[in-house]
């Protein structure tokens, strides 16, 4: 008998498998020890679901095999650069339960990435994988994706603690002159708020009153 794989969007009542997937993904065996964010609690996964419901900018895919979700892939539509109009589909996150290997459930959620991307009118998909997962990334070769670059990732406190360490003249007050810089563009950014006294009328016209 043929296995039932049904690719969808995730949604509220799928946070408890998504939270055993995560777990799994952050495991050393996947390639992320830590790397990637904590495994987070059921009812936060719940509250995220629900916001990419309707973002339509990014998706959160499940892939069920005979009804039981065993993977997870996260879709994020942006520009290629910034330098061109040219959007493109990433693919984050993706990972399949090793219980659920071999079934095809990683071509599926790819799958699900092309149509959307064309859907989209994105003439390119990407997709993100840990360099030691010697597994996935072979998958991901055959499949006609290259490597483009290895995404590195760190905790904000960590590079500003190594940045200092490194005694680069004035650094520290560097980094204090950019967050300042960073604190008044945001500031500029805001609408100021509408005086609803500080409102001028147009002249009456003389034949007013007429």
């Known amino acids: 008998m043929v296995a039932a794989i049904e690719v969808r969007d995730a949604r509220p009542d799928d ?3 998504l939270v055993a997937l995560w777990r799994e993904l952050t495991s050393v065996a996947a390639g992320h020890p830590n790397r990637l964010p904590a495994v987070p609690s059921v009812a936060a996964v719940e509250v995220a679901v629900s916001k990419h419901v309707d973002d339509p900018f990014g998706r959160l895919l499940v892939v069920e095999l005979d009804g039981v979700v065993h993977g997870m892939a996260y879709l994020r539509r942006a520009a290629i650069s910034p330098l061109h109009d040219d959007f493109t589909i990433t693919v984050e996150y993706l ?3 090793d219980t ?3 079934h095809g459930l990683g071509k599926a959620l790819i799958a699900e990435a092309v149509a959307w991307a064309e ?3 994105c003439a390119h998909l990407a997709v993100v994988a840990p360099a030691i997962a010697r597994e996935a990334n072979r998958f991901l070769a055959r499949l006609g994706l290259g490597q483009a670059g290895v995404l590195r990732f760190a905790t904000t406190h960590t590079v500003r603690r190594r940045l200092a360490a490194d005694h680069a003249p004035n650094l520290l007050a560097l980094l204090s002159s950019r967050r300042s810089v960073i604190a008044r563009r945001a500031q500029l950014a805001r609408p100021l708020p509408v005086d609803p ?3 001028s009328y147009p002249a009456e016209p003389e034949s007013a009153g007429m």
């Open 119 to 121: 859907h989209e009118n």
């Open 197 to 199: 006294t500080d409102v």
């Open 100 to 102: 659920a290997r071999r």
């Open 15 to 17: 946070a408890g498998a």
């Open 95 to 97: 990972h399949v339960s």
